[in-house]
């Protein structure tokens, strides 16, 4: 997965919302603008730039849940072989 900074409009047309996606998909909400203060690209007197680059810098790969994972697996399994999954 790419690495994205995402300005979307959240009310109207006056206020954006501002996120940044790490390689691992994992979103972080950096804040607000108002559309008077879309030019300067800056939320919490720091640039969108650096925001993104501090969490890149620094992104982690999310730990997997394995439990949830073989829970999912074994349902899968049952399933291919016709028998109802009981998940109690």
């Given at each position: 997965?790419?690495?994205e900074i995402v300005i979307n409009k959240y009310e109207g047309?006056?206020?954006y919302s501002v996120s940044v996606?790490?390689?691992y998909g994992v979103e972080t909400h950096l804040g607000y603008l108002h559309h008077t203060e879309?030019?300067?690209l800056i939320v919490n007197d720091t640039t969108i730039r650096e925001h993104s680059e501090l969490l890149w810098a620094n992104e982690v790969k999310p730990e997997e849940d394995l439990l949830s994972n073989a829970i999912s697996e074994c349902i899968k399994l049952d399933e291919e072989r016709g028998v109802?999954?009981?998940?109690?």
């Amino acid at each position: 997965m790419s690495r994205e900074i995402v300005i979307n409009k959240y009310e109207g047309n006056t206020v954006y919302s501002v996120s940044v996606i790490d390689s691992y998909g994992v979103e972080t909400h950096l804040g607000y603008l108002h559309h008077t203060e879309l030019d300067k690209l800056i939320v919490n007197d720091t640039t969108i730039r650096e925001h993104s680059e501090l969490l890149w810098a620094n992104e982690v790969k999310p730990e997997e849940d394995l439990l949830s994972n073989a829970i999912s697996e074994c349902i899968k399994l049952d399933e291919e072989r016709g028998v109802e999954p009981n998940l109690d």
